[in-house]
């Protein structure tokens, strides 16, 4: 019997060997035989730690989890908070993968990251309450102002700042027809110049009042932008009543608001000379959307009263709508001079070519004179080293087509801005092109060289250029620029 038992054991043991082996092995393991129905019972046994399974759940959790350390990962960095308001930032190395970027690129995993950072610490020491809309504002504008290096134009306007621009550029608005601005002491909105025959002049408001209330609501302290674009300002043919301080006086005064033409063409008739020969003036102190129609009337009222020559004034003048631009030198050239178009291979028959912008990618359009009129008048042009933009394309292309240049060499901006609004209504400006005259050259950061070159004399300096009362006896550059007009007239 102890045989029998030692020989059970050995082939026990043995068997163990076997089993052991076959593992260890891998090939398939013969079935050991077994009672009936034990194979059946062993394969529905349940799996240690008891429950049943539940595929559902652990596949949904998995999804999460998996979801969170994609985030995790895509973000590069997590910020651990701690009960004593400290933040610790782990950085991951997908973080320091990303921050290999194009030099067009933003990185913004780090713009994130660092304006959260920021908006910590202001949270924990920032002593004044967070306007967190004007901070929004403030980021994209930051944006766009880390390009000013390169471009200084560039601009990010607020909805509301946007309404005004494009107020501006149109040339009119709705208003009663001041210019203001906020007075540093009292807060008030102080009156600087009225309108001539606008709403506010026919109501009796004068420069050097101060405006401390509009319809009952005292505006001190509410800020230029907010007073004029939602006090002043309003639908057409309604009335607001200001509350003014003039001198010792407290006024209400009540006032139309109408549709009020910025003026931006100034002209009048000089007598000059021996002979007195009528000489028309035309100055253009900035190019706004009607600056052209403004122009038109000034130069056909001077027409009609015998002008016998023009001296433009851009004096000061830096820019604005090129549209009007063009169109004013359309009004001048005539549409069939053809040869800087065929230079370019252009069709002649097209106008003649008044100058091309070129944007990045090389495209080029080009801007042609085909109103089908043209000025008889010989016609001279007053620059400074202030007149910019669009008063020196005009300034170059009327130079190009053999119009004489007084004054002062030019700024040098000759590139254009275009002004994008954004989905939520505020709006970006940036530079898009940039333009070259009709003989090739590019004026940007040179400028155009006067044909006959006069600084500013001491009076002149003095007395300052006035656009509506033109002075020869206090405006050097004016008087050499007529003299130089009638030696054309006599030509």
Known sequence: MEEERKDITQDIEEGK??????????????????????????????????????????????????????????????????????????????????????????????????????????????????????????????????????????????????????????????????????????????????????????????????????????IRGLGLQTVTSEYIKGPEDTYTELDILRDDEELTIRCQRRIIENISVHHSMITYGEEDTKVGYICIASFENNTDEQFDRALTELMDEGASGIVLDLRDDLGGAVGSAVNILDRIIADDESGYAEALGLDPEDGSLLLYQQDKAGNKRHYRAVDGKSLELPLVVLVNENSASASEIVTGVLKDYGYRVIGMNTYGKGIIQSIIQLSDGSAVEFTTAEYILPSGYSLHKKGIAPDVEVAPDEVLLENGANMDAPDMDTDNQLRTAVDTLLEEIRR
């Not at 107020?167 to 027809?177: F, K, L, M, T, V």
């Open 17 to 218: 060997d076997i089993i052991q082996d076959t593992e260890d092995k891998g090939p398939a393991m013969p079935k050991a035989s077994c009672p009936e129905g034990q194979e059946q019972e062993t394969e529905k046994a349940v799996p240690e730690g008891g429950g049943k399974r539940h595929p559902f759940g652990k596949g949904l959790l998995c999804g999460l989890l998996i979801s969170l350390a994609a985030f995790i990962l895509y973000r590069g960095y997590i910020d651990i908070p701690f009960i004593n308001g400290s933040t610790l930032t782990l950085f991951l190395p997908t973080y320091y993968l990303s921050r290999i970027v194009g030099d067009d690129d933003i990185n913004y995993r780090e713009v994130e990251r660092k304006m959260k950072e920021i908006d910590r610490y202001l949270d924990e020491y920032y002593y004044y309450d967070k306007d967190t809309e004007a901070m929004e504002e403030g980021a994209a504008a930051g944006m766009l102002y880390g390009l000013m290096e390169e471009d200084p134009y560039v601009a990010y306007f607020t909805a509301d700042d946007f309404t005004d621009e494009m107020s501006s550029i149109e040339g009119n608005y709705c208003g009663i027809g001041v210019t203001v601005m906020e007075d540093a002491d009292t807060g008030g909105i102080l009156v600087i110049q009225v309108t001539p025959d606008g709403p506010a002049e026919e109501a009796g408001v004068r420069a050097g009042d101060l405006i401390v209330g509009v319809d009952g609501t005292d």
